[in-house]
């Protein structure tokens, strides 16, 4: 049965937000007036407000109907069936809720609405900002909404609607034409390689990052509109800590996805989705350090401006580049064209010429100072340093959109078929790499300038200590590493010790600063605390890309595959199964397939599972155990987790240690093998291993070959001793429904293999007076055993077996050295990023917001920026 009602309540909903949106973007924009303000009239505050409560009420309401068509298994919804399946955990559904273009579209929404309403409120203190800021919110909302409205009239269609039936979007299916009411009995499920939990906390953080730009955005563009030019900085300033980390933290939660779950070996790939939101977060950052310096010394005030503005254009330009389709092949994970690119384009246009219009015609009514930097002046290096930021981010800007380009100039008839270039890791390296070296000495240099007497004198007593100190520690790194072995890699690259050097020298001289200001109040740190994050960042991006070691090389002077790439051929290993081989200084073993089974820890071998018809439903072929509690008994009925999921056990020792790992891989029907790693976290690295290629899951399995035994006799098969034990009859036959007169036997037969003893039950049975044969399996030893026939004259029985080549895999693994001050720098600037919005927050109005005089109005203005 067809349930409309949820969808046209969703959908209503989206028209009463996007009409509420409307409404108060009006209404606030004609409370902004000079009349309104002048006269004290609040009728229109008070119209802009009720209509943005209503707008909220309604966007939580199309949340309300979009999970509940996916909670409650709706695949009369395409968007239900298209990202959801019937066994699902909750957590999952909440991943499949914002795994659709739509639904990352209201996630955006929702964003926008809590920020807005939080602005609302703290405005009610001042409110000579809410009313411009506000109307630009409401602005951007229209747009948002409008992404989701799915109005189709003729040939015009504005926004793609998440509540369409499936009926009406596959209006060309045979089994619609024969049945409307058709409805799907489970949908086509989460992408595997989002069915993780970090992508259910990735989104909403990354999204709540884009949504936060806005707030400074619009308090920057609210500046320009009523000619407020300073004010606006120390509102923006803890909204812009707030959108930084909260993007940094982002981008940094799915790196770490990528990390865990993708197999290129690492946790940033320069893919175009990965830079679109890689380079609005430079510029914010720069644009962070420049409204810092304006506000300590009224310097940079047209920099802030424009860097602000230019970061949430470059969220809206990445938001274009990752749903227009426009990148095409070039992006692994952008998301595909919905026919909304001229929507995008039109978001995307209206807020550029929005900004740089009112940007120009402000700019020369901007205030600026004659102030001259010196090369010792703090705020110089701090404008260095934001220069070094937006330089590093237009770089990747510019090689990312060079399928922007070619669609550009083809539009205007031009044909261009530049490409991206070929090993791209290496392309924006070699330019983020030196990147970083300048971030990392300005960092250091710039705060000591920050926090001490701005002279030559004072500067070079601040300066020489941590300087000392790097050179000793660092000497000692490079010493230990290449004379006497003591790390796993040598530090010899002139580069990477230029980086190492530089970064360790910001993790100093921020120390050295949180030293001093540890004396007065350390809620000053911020800013320091941050920097040694950053630093911690490039040094666990130096050590552990920069010297990660594949210890899988292939050895045995064997190709593998002709079909296989180089790579493969070349930096994996081959494992058959229960046959140790030496990788590295451990001894690796491959034991076997194993799943994840409801209700029990850890993983479960195949070999003790029955399938049945139902994928995620199987029976115990014995007792399932873990830790010497039983689970499941013999013939119990259990559920798995994830049917398309196998865990290959993989075995690692050496004289020190031993552990296991379970890389994880499935065959998917249109993205091939798809891997996932496991990691074995060690203090110093992480050992990354994952399956590279499997064996065939369909066997080519040898002629079969049959024995006549008796109880108790020998036999070889496939070079392994097999005892016959005898018969047992057996009362049921998993998966097969026994009828009154249907009589099954079990054959019970041990095979003594290289690391185990194996048990083998094949069934013979008569159903329906029908003979039938249930096969028995062992993969450990490639053999397949079914009980044929009995002799009841001779009192034998005749055992068929058939022979296969062992199962086997290629693994790839790395050492990834120090990877762990990667995450430690991301959780260290996180924090500092929190100790500078508390802080900002406390200093409420400082003189950072004053207006400046009427002299300094009338000077010329100067080029500090």
């Known amino acids: 049965m067809i349930n409309t009602l949820i969808g046209d309540l969703g959908h209503a909903s989206v028209i009463v937000a996007f009409v509420a949106a409307i409404v108060a973007s009006y209404a606030y924009f004609m409370a ?10 609040t009728s229109w505050r008070n119209l802009a407000r009720g209509a943005f409560y209503v707008h909220a009420f309604a966007v939580v309401a199309v949340i309300f109907c979009l999970f509940n068509i996916i909670y409650e298994h709706r695949y009369e919804y395409y968007y239900a069936w298209s990202h959801s399946s019937n066994h699902l955990p909750v957590y999952y559904m909440i991943s499949c809720f914002w795994e659709g273009q739509e639904g990352s579209f209201l996630l955006w929404t929702f964003w926008h609405v809590a920020l807005g309403l939080v602005l609302m409120r703290s405005s009610r203190k001042n409110k000579i900002w809410e009313a411009p800021v506000m109307a630009i919110f409401s602005f951007v909302q229209i747009f948002l909404t409008s992404m989701i409205l799915g109005v189709v009239i003729g040939n015009f269609k504005l926004g793609s609607s998440p509540f369409i039936l499936m009926r009406d979007f596959m209006t060309d299916a045979p089994v619609f034409k024969m049945d409307p009411n058709f409805v799907p009995t489970d949908g086509t499920g989460l992408n595997p390689l989002l069915q993780n939990y970090w992508m259910v906390i990735h989104p909403p953080t990354l999204f709540l990052g884009f949504a936060a730009t806005l707030v400074p955005f619009a308090f920057a563009i609210a500046g320009l509109w009523k000619g407020k030019f300073t004010d606006w900085v120390k509102h923006a300033l803890p909204w812009s800590h707030f959108a930084a980390v909260s993007l940094g933290i982002g981008i940094m939660m799915g790196a770490y996805w990528a990390y865990e779950t993708l197999n290129f070996g690492g946790y940033w790939n320069w893919d175009p989705v990965e830079n679109a939101v890689y380079i609005p977060w430079l510029v914010l950052v720069g644009a962070i350090h420049t409204m810092i310096a304006f506000r300590r010394s009224k310097q940079g005030l047209s920099a802030s401006f424009v860097l602000v503005i230019t970061s949430f254009l470059l969220i809206l330009y990445a938001t274009f580049l990752t749903r227009s389709g426009i990148l095409g092949n070039a992006s692994v994970h952008s998301f595909t064209d919905l026919g909304l ?23 020369k009514q901007i205030p600026s100072t004659e102030k001259e930097l010196s090369t010792y002046s703090a705020e110089f290096w701090v404008f260095i340093g934001a220069a070094v930021l937006c330089l590093a981010g237009f770089q990747v800007l510019a090689t990312t959109s060079i399928p922007v380009y070619n669609s550009f100039l083809g539009f205007i008839g031009i044909e261009s078929n530049a490409a991206l270039p070929a090993d791209q890791i290496e392309h924006y390296t070699k330019f983020q790499l030196w990147a970083g070296v300048a971030i990392a000495v300005l960092t250091g240099v710039g705060q000591l300038l920050w926090w001490k007497k701005a002279n ?32 796993a890699f040598k530090l010899d690259n002139p580069v990477y010790i230029v980086l190492f050097v530089t970064a360790l020298f910001a993790v100093l001289a921020n120390g050295s600063i949180i030293a001093g200001l540890a004396q007065k109040k350390v809620s000053l740190s911020g800013g320091a605390v941050a920097h040694i994050g950053i630093a911690l ?19 045995s002077g064997l190709l593998y595959s002709r079909e296989f790439p180089d790579e493969i051929n070349r930096d994996n290993v081959l494992l058959w199964r229960n046959a140790p081989t030496q990788m590295g200084k451990y001894k690796v073993s491959y034991h076997g397939q194993f799943m994840e089974v409801k209700g029990v820890p850890g993983y479960v071998s195949k070999e003790l599972l029955f399938r049945t018809d139902d994928e995620y439903v199987a029976i115990a072929r014995g007792n399932i155990r873990t830790k010497d509690k039983v689970y499941y008994k013999t013939g119990d009925t259990l559920e798995l987790h994830s049917p398309e999921n196998t865990f290959f056990e993989v075995e690692y020792s050496n004289e020190e240690e031993s552990f296991t790992l379970y890389p994880r891989a499935q065959v998917n029907e249109n993205m091939g093998l798809l891997a996932s790693p496991d990691i074995q976290h060690f203090a110093d690295k992480d050992l990354y291993t994952h399956v590279s290629s499997i064996a065939p899951e369909e066997r080519e399995w040898g002629q079969l070959q049959e024995h006549e035994v008796s109880a108790g006799d020998t036999l070889i098969l496939n070079d392994y001793v097999a005892i016959f034990n005898g018969i047992e009859r057996i009362p049921q036959v998993p998966g097969v429904e026994m009828g009154a007169g249907d009589v099954a036997v079990q054959a019970d037969m041990k095979i003594l293999g290289e690391r185990k003893e194996y048990h083998a039950h094949p069934v013979l049975m008569i159903k329906d007076q029908m003979m039938g044969r249930v096969p028995e399996t062992i993969e450990d030893l490639g053999l397949r055993i079914t009980f044929m026939n009995i002799n009841t004259e001779k009192n034998t029985f005749t055992i068929g077996v058939n022979a296969s080549q062992k199962d086997w895999i290629i693994l790839k693994a790395m050492e990834k050295p120090f990877v762990n001050i990667l995450w430690i720098g991301t959780i260290v600037m996180s924090i500092g990023f929190v100790m500078a919005i508390v802080r900002r927050k406390q200093e409420g109005s400082g003189d ?16 500090v920026a």
């Open 32 to 41: 902004s007036g000079k009349k309104a303000e002048a006269s004290g009239d």
């Open 456 to 487: 030559k004198n004072s500067f070079k007593d601040a300066i020489t200590l941590p300087l000392m100190f790097t050179l000793l520690l660092s000497s000692l790194v490079i010493i230990l590493s290449n004379k006497f072995d003591v790390f």
């Open 341 to 363: 690119s001229g929507q995008l384009f039109t978001y995307l246009a209206a807020f550029t010429v929005l900004a740089i219009a009112l940007l120009v015609y402000r700019w």
């Open 848 to 863: 950072g917001g004053k207006a400046p005089t009427a002299k300094q109005k009338n000077k010329p203005r100067a080029q």
């Open 537 to 555: 960042m490039l040094i666990g991006i130096l050590f552990s890309s920069g010297y990660s070691n594949i210890i899988s090389q292939n050895s």
